[in-house]
């Protein structure tokens, strides 16, 4: 199955969590993975894992390149595409 990609830039509210992304991702089978760059080295992590995003440290204004893989990757992308463009 092919994977889709899509760069997304973050827009997070101060309500917005951590616990609440994971919250989302875990109801979808795909896996889904941000890369982003930092100071010209990329970043992999699986977004079901909650240290990974700690580590990750995003914030408003970054661009992410967000990958999807599986059979809900479509439903997967949509929704995670929402939550950082709330």
Do not use: C, P
Request: a negative charge; zero cysteines.
């Amino acid at each position: 199955m092919e994977a889709i990609q899509k760069n997304v830039t973050v827009h997070l509210d101060e309500n917005q969590t951590i616990v609440e992304l994971s919250g989302i991702v875990q109801s979808y089978d795909a896996e889904i993975l941000i890369k982003k760059d930092v100071q010209g080295s990329w970043y992999e992590i699986n977004l079901k894992s909650i240290l990974g995003l700690i580590n990750l440290q995003l914030k408003n204004g970054d661009v992410i390149l967000l990958e999807s893989k599986g059979k809900d990757r479509q439903q997967a992308m949509e929704a995670i595409e929402s939550y950082f463009s709330k």
